[in-house]
């Protein structure tokens, strides 16, 4: 094995870019590395992404390093060090041990009913990160079960009670409601928004991540996708239509969702103006939760009555 060294601002970091067991996960934008810091050989993670997702977008790219650097918060996975190498970013992020959500949503240890609380919880938390981030102005804009990691102890056990969660993938983060263009190479689209999916960036913000964060809470309960992978997802359908209520889902579990997930009136995409579009996309905006705070307080309300 040839280890690697890269040189930060705050320290230098060794990875083994060569070994498979140090990869975690590789997509076609960026692939995470397990790597450790070469002097206190404290472990973390290295992700490293193309400087080519931000195009020519210089201003982008100067957002996105300040809000790495700036934007700290309990439950956002730390990034302590950016590196550069040629074409490419290294953001030294910190190692959290765990599992993602979407592991624990489709383990059959977790299949039971009884399970459904200590998902909720999940989606609890992460709501309350959200309030943190859309205070800021910002909204996350790339949130999907593979973004989110439940940390486990040292036995490797959760708490049921009190689960601790982490939010990572900030590359996607933008001012909210502001015509900034959109970091358009995510994983995963099926948790987009339908003003994500149209393209209207100026009403991307705090309303899409509650939209995204809907659509988890549905498939932690339902244990699947409301947008299934094993067919292709036309537009059409990400951006129209209610949410059909699920049979592992009850009814108050249900009307959270359905209010975090409206959409606008059916239509088809680009067979009416893009104003006339954008009018029935702002009406599903003021029609959704208008705060993850707000989320939370009625999501908390169903968990403290179940």
């Not at 990160?129 to 102890?153: A, M, R, Y």
């Not at 549905?218 to 992978?229: C, D, G, I, S």
Request: glycine share 4%.
């Amino acid at each position: 094995m040839t280890p690697r060294i890269l040189e930060g601002s705050k320290a230098k970091y060794i990875y083994f870019p060569e070994e498979q067991d140090t990869i975690i996960s590789r997509s076609g934008y960026a692939t995470l590395y397990i790597g450790a810091n070469a002097d206190t050989k404290e472990k973390i993670v290295l992700k490293k992404i193309s400087t080519a997702m931000f195009g020519n977008d210089a201003q982008r790219f100067k957002f996105f390093a300040t809000v790495c650097n700036e934007v700290k918060n309990d439950g956002l996975v730390h990034i302590d060090d950016m590196v550069f190498d040629g074409s490419d970013i290294y953001l030294v992020c910190e190692f959290v041990s765990g599992r993602t959500l979407k592991e624990l949503i489709y383990d059959p240890k977790f299949m039971d009913y009884r399970n459904d609380i200590f998902f909720l919880r999940i989606i609890s938390n992460c709501l309350e990160t959200l309030s943190f981030v859309h205070k800021l102005k910002l909204c996350h804009g790339n949130l999907t079960p593979e973004n989110i990691i439940v940390q486990w102890d040292e036995c490797e056990e959760f708490d049921f009670l009190h689960p601790t969660t982490k939010i990572l993938s900030i590359e996607s983060i933008k001012l909210g409601f502001k015509n900034m263009p959109l970091i358009r190479r995510v994983n995963d689209t099926r948790y987009q928004s339908p003003e994500q999916v149209i393209g209207f960036e100026d009403l991307v913000g705090d309303y899409s991540d509650i939209y995204s964060m809907g659509l988890i809470m549905y498939e932690v309960l339902a244990r699947e996708p409301v947008f299934p992978t094993d067919k292709p997802i036309v537009k059409r359908q990400q951006v129209f239509g209610k949410i059909e209520q699920h049979y592992r889902i009850n009814d108050e579990a249900h009307a959270i969702i359905e209010k975090a997930t409206v959409r606008p009136l059916p239509f088809v995409p680009g067979a009416i103006s893009d104003n006339a579009q954008k009018i029935m996309v702002l009406k599903a905006l003021n029609d959704r939760y208008q705060s993850a705070e707000a989320f939370k307080k009625e999501l908390d309300e169903l968990i403290g009555n179940i």
